[in-house]
C-alpha cells in the first residue's frame, strides 16, 4: 500500500509559477513509476508528466510540454510538479499518482491539489 499526499496548489495569476509536491509513504518510493493527472470542471482526468523509477526518463503531454517539469527524490520520497508560464487552461485538480509498472493505469491516487489560474 502507497499513499500519496499532494500539496503546493493555488491561486495563481497567469504567466506565474508553482511547484507541487506530492509526499509518499508506505512502501519503498524507488519501485514506483510516478505521474501526474489534472481534471478540469466538467472533463475527464487527463495525463499531464510521468517519471521513471530513477527519475532519470520524463514524458509529457504536448500541452504542458517546456512549462513543466516533473522530477522526484527518492532519498525524500517525494514527487515534484514545476509549472511555470501558467495559463488559464491549467485549471484543475491536480493529482499524483503511482504504480510498480505502468503510470497508464495506476493503482495509487492522491487526494488532489487545487490549481487555479486567473487571466
Known amino acids: 500500500q502507497v499513499q500519496l499526499v499532494e500539496s503546493g496548489g493555488g491561486l495563481v495569476q497567469a504567466g506565474d509559477s508553482l511547484r507541487l509536491s506530492c509526499a509518499a509513504s508506505?512502501?519503498?518510493?524507488?519501485?514506483?513509476?510516478l505521474g501526474w493527472f489534472r481534471q478540469a470542471p466538467g472533463k475527464e482526468r487527463e495525463f499531464v508528466a510521468r517519471i521513471s523509477y530513477s527519475g532519470r526518463s520524463t514524458d509529457y503531454a504536448h500541452s504542458v510540454k517546456g512549462r513543466f517539469t516533473i522530477s522526484r527524490d527518492n532519498a525524500k520520497n517525494t514527487l515534484y510538479l514545476q509549472m511555470n508560464s501558467l495559463k488559464p487552461e491549467d485549471t484543475a485538480v491536480y493529482y499524483c499518482a503511482a504504480d510498480r509498472s505502468t503510470i497508464a493505469t495506476p493503482q495509487y491516487w492522491g487526494q488532489g491539489t487545487q490549481v487555479t489560474v486567473s487571466s
Open positions: 508506505g512502501r519503498t518510493f524507488s519501485d514506483y513509476v
